[in-house]
């Protein structure tokens, strides 16, 4: 079976079958970078990073373009309110939006267009437009006249009075007047006195907002694309608009297929600032939520439909992502490698074929991620099973039976479909300024030796401090995550783990790791040659060691 996708232009589930084949062109819409993101943006830039993921891993070449619109009002009324400027904070919120979404493990964009950066293509294709008379000026501020467009509104499937409906309450009785229609919409707006602005044949001012995408999409990808993504939220006006700039001014279909992900519910109501129940990223994460279990909650459900957020949702996700975690580490722990990337892949057994096989399947299926998922779940059952007893005994000296060393490759397909299509990854790398780091901030604490030094990513400059149990010493600095109170707690949980392990006393051992787990959000994770991975927060990592020569710089079970 081919992929098939949802469109919304045409209501249908159809066949995807790109413009040239191999290649896929897709323009996602971006933030306006006045505030955080919220869990909304988690949402839709989850649910299309993992159909890029897929059709690349489908052997597809994907060139994948999401903008930032940095003009805007709200971006001004932010500037206004923290006395600053709008490129101050717009520059701000971007470096905030690359930091959610690398904690989130989303691909980064191909090519990032900006509003302010693309001001000659939007002003070339306004000019278009105008000659066309599609579009005219009125004291310095330019519309377009939907009335001579025939099909406006085929996306939304809304007439005139709907569509008033859906723009009210977004212009003023001044800007009223100035339009010939009163659905006619803004390509460019006069200057306003205090206001950031820019030369044009129509003088100063500034671009409408869907003018900046259609004029983008045409910079980068050309007039006609292959897919187009959004939120529900967009499609009127703001899809709805782009496809009457774009297609009037190029005659050509702006995009082949329209994808849309449906909106976020918090406890069975619309998210929003103004009913209270408003969370951002950064929020999330700093309550303890690790990214995956977010990146797993959003995708147990189809990107089309409403994602209710509840407490009880969102729990079953951190237990999902637990066992599933579990399972992605045992690799990990007994030193297996996943199959080398662009070698053909590995002759599967018949059982891992079907598994493979109805993954794929799920996929095609206008991205079911959720029976996707279903699927996953299946693979790492009996390498939880494997997990749950390294856990009761030194790994580095567990002789596994004939039906464990064949769960390798079950293992190795695990970690492709998981990591590579769905994007859940056990340790994370991120790119930040066009630097790699590591997304953790790894500490080996020595506990045999009663010390602790602090390795910082790479580069970072080295630091060292120590700590000593025997002594009212403080033990902040390391599981930074958490408050400075429980710090010490968690440190003496682990060494009283370690003690109980190194006695053999493995029912004391789990019963502080579920301590440490359900109370203190710290995953445990153990490894060979004496390691241990204390994991919580944003993927903040700490290595713990219990044997003096078990950590060294070029030791491979230390995070880099």
């Given at each position: 079976m081919?992929?098939?996708l949802t469109?919304?232009?045409?209501?249908?589930?159809?066949?995807?079958?790109?413009?040239?084949?191999?290649?896929?062109?897709?323009?996602?819409?971006?933030?306006?970078?006045?505030?955080?993101?919220?869990?909304?943006?988690?949402?839709?830039?989850i649910?299309?990073?993992?159909?890029?993921?897929?059709?690349?891993?489908?052997?597809?070449?994907?060139?994948y373009?999401?903008?930032?619109?940095?003009?805007?009002?709200?971006i001004?009324?932010?500037?206004?309110?923290e006395?600053?400027?709008?490129?101050?904070?717009?520059?701000?919120?971007?470096?905030?939006?690359?930091?959610?979404m690398?904690?989130l493990?989303?691909?980064?964009?191909?090519?990032?267009p900006?509003?302010?950066?693309?001001?000659?293509?939007?002003?070339?294709?306004?000019?278009?437009?105008?000659?066309?008379?599609?579009?005219?000026?009125?004291?310095g501020?330019?519309y377009?006249a939907?009335?001579?467009?025939?099909?406006?509104?085929?996306?939304?499937?809304?007439?005139?009075?709907?569509q008033?409906?859906g723009?009210?309450?977004?212009?003023n009785?001044?800007?009223?007047n100035?339009?010939?229609?009163?659905?006619?919409?803004?390509?460019?707006?006069?200057?306003?006195?205090?206001?950031?602005?820019?030369?044009?044949?129509?003088?100063?001012?500034?671009?409408?907002?869907?003018?900046?995408?259609s004029?983008?999409?045409?910079?980068?990808?050309?007039?006609?694309?292959?897919?187009?993504?959004?939120g529900?939220?967009?499609?009127?006006?703001?899809?709805e608009?782009?496809?009457?700039?774009?297609?009037?001014?190029t005659?050509?279909?702006?995009?082949r297929?329209?994808?849309?992900?449906?909106?976020?519910?918090?406890?069975?109501?619309?998210?929003?600032?103004?009913?209270?129940?408003?969370?951002?990223?950064?929020?999330l994460?700093?309550?303890?939520?690790s990214?995956?279990?977010?990146?797993?909650?959003?995708?147990?459900?189809?990107?089309?439909k409403p994602?209710?957020?509840?407490?009880?949702?969102?729990?079953?996700?951190?237990?999902?992502?637990?066992?599933?975690?579990a399972?992605?580490?045992?690799?990990?722990?007994?030193?297996?490698?996943?199959?080398?990337?662009?070698?053909?892949?590995?002759a599967?057994s018949?059982?891992?074929?079907?598994?493979r096989?109805?993954?794929?399947?799920?996929?095609?299926?206008?991205?079911?991620?959720?029976?996707?998922?279903?699927?996953?779940?299946?693979?790492?059952?009996?390498?939880?099973?494997?997990?749950?007893?390294?856990?009761?005994?030194?790994?580095?000296?567990?002789?596994?039976?004939?039906?464990e060393?064949?769960l390798?490759q079950?293992?190795?397909?695990?970690?492709?479909?998981?990591?590579?299509?769905?994007?859940?990854?056990?340790?994370?790398?991120?790119?930040?300024?066009?630097?790699?780091?590591?997304?953790t901030?790894?500490?080996?604490?020595?506990?045999?030796?009663?010390?602790?030094?602090?390795?910082?990513?790479?580069?970072?400059?080295?630091s060292?401090?120590?700590?000593?149990f025997?002594?009212?010493?403080?033990?902040?600095g390391f599981f930074?995550?958490?408050?400075?109170?429980?710090?010490?707690?968690?440190?003496?949980l682990?060494?009283?783990?370690?003690?109980?392990?190194?006695?053999?006393?493995?029912?004391?051992?789990?019963?502080?790791?579920?301590?440490?787990?359900?109370?203190?959000?710290?995953?445990?994770?153990?490894k060979?040659?004496?390691i241990?991975t204390?994991?919580?927060?944003?993927?903040q990592?700490?290595?713990?060691?219990?044997?003096?020569?078990?950590?060294t710089d070029n030791?491979?079970?230390?995070?880099?």
């Open positions: 081919t992929l098939r469109n919304t232009l045409t209501r249908r589930l159809e066949p995807f079958v790109p413009i040239e084949s191999g290649r896929v062109s897709i323009y996602c819409c971006g933030v306006t970078v006045y505030d955080l993101c919220h869990l909304g943006h988690a949402r839709s830039y649910v299309w990073d993992v159909l890029r993921r897929y059709l690349q891993w489908s052997g597809y070449a994907v060139t373009v999401q903008n930032f619109t940095d003009i805007d009002d709200k001004l009324k932010r500037a206004a309110e006395n600053s400027t709008m490129a101050a904070v717009s520059e701000r919120n971007i470096e905030e939006y690359w930091r959610d690398d904690q493990n989303i691909l980064r964009p191909d090519r990032t900006r509003a302010t950066l693309c001001l000659d293509a939007i002003r070339t294709m306004i000019g278009e437009l105008e000659a066309q008379g599609a579009a005219y000026s009125a004291d501020d330019v377009f939907v009335t001579g467009k025939s099909d406006y509104g085929k996306l939304s499937g809304r007439d005139l009075e709907q008033q409906e723009a009210s309450g977004r212009l009785q001044q800007e009223e100035r339009k010939r229609h009163p659905f006619d919409f803004a390509l460019w707006k006069g200057a306003k006195a205090g206001e950031p602005s820019f030369a044009s044949p129509w003088g100063e001012g500034r671009p409408g907002w869907h003018i900046e995408c004029a983008m999409v045409r910079q980068e990808l050309g007039e006609t694309i292959d897919i187009h993504l959004g529900a939220d967009l499609i009127f006006p703001h899809h608009n782009e496809i009457a700039q774009s297609e009037t001014a005659g050509q279909s702006l995009a297929y329209w994808l849309h992900n449906g909106m976020v519910n918090v406890n069975g109501e619309k998210m929003s600032k103004s009913l209270g129940n408003f969370t951002t990223i950064r929020a994460l700093a309550d303890g939520v990214p995956m279990t977010l990146r797993l909650f959003v995708l147990q459900a189809h990107y089309r994602l209710d957020f509840t407490r009880a949702a969102l729990d079953a996700a951190a237990t999902g992502w637990q066992g599933l975690r399972a992605l580490g045992v690799g990990e722990t007994l030193g297996w490698t996943s199959a080398p990337a662009g070698l053909p892949q590995p599967w018949d059982e891992l074929a079907a598994s096989a109805r993954f794929i399947a799920a996929m095609d299926d206008d991205l079911n991620t959720s029976a996707a998922l279903a699927e996953l779940f299946d693979l790492a059952k009996p390498l939880r099973g494997l997990a749950g007893r390294l856990r009761t005994v030194d790994a580095s000296q567990y002789a596994l039976s004939q039906a060393q064949n390798q079950r293992w190795q397909l695990l970690v492709e479909l998981a990591g590579e299509v769905l994007g859940l990854i056990t340790t994370t790398k991120i790119e930040t300024l066009g630097t790699e780091v590591s997304a901030t790894p500490v080996d604490v020595n506990i045999s030796l009663i010390n602790a030094s602090t390795k910082q990513s790479k580069n970072i400059q080295n060292e401090t120590h700590l000593d025997t002594q009212n010493q403080s033990t902040t930074t995550w958490m408050r400075e109170e429980n710090q010490r707690i968690v440190y003496e682990l060494q009283q783990r370690w003690q109980a392990k190194s006695q053999k006393d493995y029912a004391k051992a789990d019963q502080l790791r579920e301590t440490l787990i359900n109370e203190y959000k710290v995953e445990i994770f153990d060979k040659a004496g241990t204390a994991t919580g927060g944003i993927l990592q700490t290595v713990v060691s219990f044997d003096p020569a078990a950590v030791s491979p079970d230390t995070p880099p």
